[in-house]
């Protein structure tokens, strides 16, 4: 995120636009306007993933920067390679194409872009990965962007000394050593996730496929208020999203049993 800031911060000025699906990660319509940026929200398509044409057609002279958030946060969709390649050939290269993959270790091989392979053929790419997920670190707010050399140049003159501390740069390069650890724990939550998607979906909820973490549920104002209530009341916490809906965290199987009994007791 402290990345991302830096990139809106150093390419917009006032009143300059980022592009955005909504919903997608809530950082991104706080880091713009911090920015003194305009914040362009786009609908996501009734199946929960980017509306990339809508997206393409807001652009404007304005536009400085577009974000796509594969696998969504919080609804788990991701972006197809060649939706993405598609839209890469249809804006202007002028325009900073940000790939946030805070989630990517969680989706199934080939679901979403082969990031670096766009990078390397589009230098308005701009790839975002972070160890605040998969590998556990969420505290220590340590990231890393993959971008063109005058882009990195800049964001290497831009932040802030020491923003990412020792520990947390220590506790990152041991990570890159812990790859089996960190697939081992991702292959657990797949497994759980694919468990509750098909239990759910023999309940009647109808849920997009996620490669997140999560799983979403998409509820109106009554239906997330009443899941809220239970979940609350089961002491399990959830994330709500006023007038979106409800994003539930994959844990150990245990606890996801618990939110299939809630949910089998409140499907549509
Ligand atoms: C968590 C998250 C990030 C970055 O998190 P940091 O802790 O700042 O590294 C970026 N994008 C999305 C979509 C996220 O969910």
């Not at 990345?3 to 636009?17: K, N, S, Y």
């Not at 839209?87 to 990031?115: K, N, Q, T, W």
């Not at 799983?215 to 089961?234: P, Q, S, V, Y």
């Not at 994003?247 to 606890?255: E, S, Y």
Request: charged share 25%; proline share 4%; with cysteine.
């Amino acid at each position: 995120m402290g990345v991302l800031q830096q990139i809106i911060t150093g390419l917009c000025d006032a009143g300059d636009e980022v592009i955005f699906a909504w919903r997608s990660f809530e950082a991104y319509p706080i880091l713009v306007e911090l920015a003194g940026a305009r914040a362009v929200r786009i609908p996501l398509d009734h199946l929960e993933g980017h509306d990339l044409d809508a997206m393409a057609a807001a652009v404007t002279e304005r536009t400085k920067i577009i974000l796509l958030c594969t696998p969504n946060n919080p609804t788990g969709v991701p972006i197809s390679h060649d939706r993405i390649e598609a839209f890469l050939r249809a804006v202007r290269s002028d325009i900073l194409v940000v790939i946030d993959e805070a989630y990517v270790e969680y989706a199934e091989a080939g679901s979403g872009p082969d990031s670096l392979a766009l990078y390397r053929e589009y230098p308005n790419v701009c790839i975002l990965r972070t160890f605040s997920k998969a590998y556990g670190l969420a505290g220590l707010r340590v990231g890393y962007a993959v971008a063109a050399p005058e882009i990195a140049e800049g964001l290497r003159r831009t932040a802030l000394p020491f923003s990412v501390s020792a520990l947390a740069q220590k506790a990152a390069i041991a990570s890159l050593d812990a790859g089996e650890e960190m697939e081992a724990r991702v292959a657990v939550v797949k497994q759980e996730r694919a468990r509750m998607s098909r239990e759910l979906a023999a309940r009647g909820w109808k849920l997009e496929p996620s490669q997140g973490n999560f799983l979403w549920i998409r509820a109106d104002d009554e239906l997330r208020t009443r899941l809220m209530e239970a979940f609350d009341g089961a002491g399990i916490m959830v994330r709500a999203y006023q007038g979106d809906g409800v994003r539930i965290t994959v844990a150990d199987a245990a606890a996801n049993d618990r939110v299939l009994r809630i949910l089998a007791a409140h499907a549509a």
